[in-house]
Nanobody, 121 residues
Framework: QVQLVESGGGLVQAGGSLRLSCAASESFYSIAAMNWHRQTPGKERELVAGISSSGSTKYADSVKGRFIISRDNAKTTVYLQMNSLKPEDTAVYYC???????????????WGRGTQVTVSS
């Protein structure tokens, strides 16, 4: 089973920046979408940003203009550059890929275990 591993979380002051990364343990045959979600206790997980196979991006209204999603040319890693961070951005951030693994016969949703981002006021 291919695993996604996030990194780059941590503690930062309001107004600061962090860059999250998410890489797969193996290469996929094809990737349809690479997304970042976040979740805080007692709330549903929400989509923060996504990038499609064609490179089109989408963002939650709450992060537009502050967060940037990108990927490397080989599509092995996805990044989330988070600028002008606010205390309300505090959450566990998860990467999620819709991908076709080489030993599978269908598209699957893959999730990382999450990385904590804490923004202090």
């Amino acid at each position: 089973q291919v695993q996604l591993v996030e990194s780059g979380g941590g503690l930062v002051q309001a107004g600061g920046s962090l860059r999250l990364s998410c890489a797969a343990s193996e290469s996929f045959y094809s990737i349809a979408a690479m997304n970042w979600h976040r979740q805080t206790p007692g709330k549903e997980r929400e989509l923060v940003a996504g990038i499609s196979s064609s490179g089109s991006t989408k963002y939650a209204d709450s992060v537009k203009g502050r967060f940037i999603i990108s990927r490397d040319n080989a599509k092995t890693t996805v990044y989330l550059q988070m600028n002008s961070l606010k205390p309300e951005d505090t959450a566990v951030y998860y990467c999620n890929w819709l991908a076709f693994a080489r030993n599978r016969i269908s598209w699957d949703d893959y999730w990382g275990r999450g990385t904590q981002v804490t923004v202090s006021s």
